[in-house]
């Protein structure tokens, strides 16, 4: 394949770092460079020789990213600001405003690279998010009632049967609560930046379906308190719990979460982080 990739195209050369990017986006992924493979190698030329019966063609682009490290690699302050780095109004919550919902928030899709002597946390792999005024206009598109997510990571509401049969729609609470549990498994599961070998808590939600996941979640749930996090991680427990302890009061079904997304943010996610981490003036000395 390599010898099909026209050495003459333009490649398209992205700023480097994070310079050309809005104040706002720095934290979704961005293109380092791309170009187009060779003129002769577009789909519908492949749908000829494969002899199907198709007018429309695209051309193949090959983009080369940023490479990212998963946050999970972080400990202590710096992953707790890494993770609220994303979390923040200058990521998944404009992001969502603007009418991008992600709707897969989880461990894998939490990553970032090292910049000027910190730790720039991204949001990635938007595959499976939805782009809510662009399908607004289009007769018959998704009314983002599909149930989407890593299961061990979605909200209890996504993980009912009448979820998993299309009848409830994706908002914004959802994805709040998946980056409470992102939270929670890697405070509960990663020392020191690696994966515990052995006696890893919560290994169950990842062989269960749906059905199966929501009720070891409503379990842990109620027996939050008696697993402890791993020692480079007992500080943002701390956050884990007054996050869970929201989870917790919504979870039934005689209570409504509110509908404004505002003050899910604040009362889910902003009003249980520390003030050095708002702030972004962390030392890692300490």
């Known amino acids: 394949m390599a010898n099909n990739v026209d050495a003459t195209a333009p490649v398209t050369i992205m700023p480097p770092g994070n ?163 992102v939270l929670t498994w890697i405070c509960l599961r990663y020392e020191n930046g690696e994966l515990l070998r052995r006696n890893r808590p919560l290994d169950e939600w990842l062989t269960v379906d749906a059905r199966g996941c929501h009720g070891k979640k409503a379990s842990y749930l109620a027996t939050a308190h008696e697993i402890c996090p791993t020692r480079s991680h007992e500080a943002n427990f701390k956050v884990v719990m007054r996050c869970l302890e929201v989870i917790h009061k919504y979870s039934g079904p005689f209570t409504s979460v509110p509908a404004d997304d505002e003050m899910v943010f604040k009362t889910w996610l902003l009003n249980h982080v520390p003030q050095n981490v708002l702030e972004g003036s962390i030392s890692l000395l300490e």
């Open 19 to 181: 310079s050309g990017l809005p104040a706002d986006l720095k934290f979704a992924p961005h293109a380092v460079c791309s170009t187009v493979v060779n003129e002769h190698i577009d789909t519908l030329s492949l749908k000829k020789a494969l002899g199907i019966d198709n007018a429309d063609s695209r051309v193949i682009r090959i983009i080369l990213l940023r490479k990212l490290d998963p946050i999970t690699t972080l400990s202590d302050k710096e992953f707790l600001l890494a993770w609220w780095e994303v979390v923040k109004c200058k990521c998944h919550r404009i992001l969502w405003k603007r009418g991008v919902h992600h709707r897969n928030v989880s461990p894998s899709n939490i990553m970032g690279y090292r910049f000027g002597g910190r730790f720039i946390s991204v949001l990635n792999d938007f595959d499976l998010s939805s782009i809510i005024q662009s399908i607004s206009s289009i007769q018959d598109a998704p009314k983002n009632f599909e149930r989407t997510g890593t299961v061990p990571f979605m909200s209890l509401h996504l993980l009912t049967r009448k979820a998993i049969a299309g009848q409830v729609e994706h908002l914004y609470y959802h994805d709040a609560e998946s980056f409470i549990w």
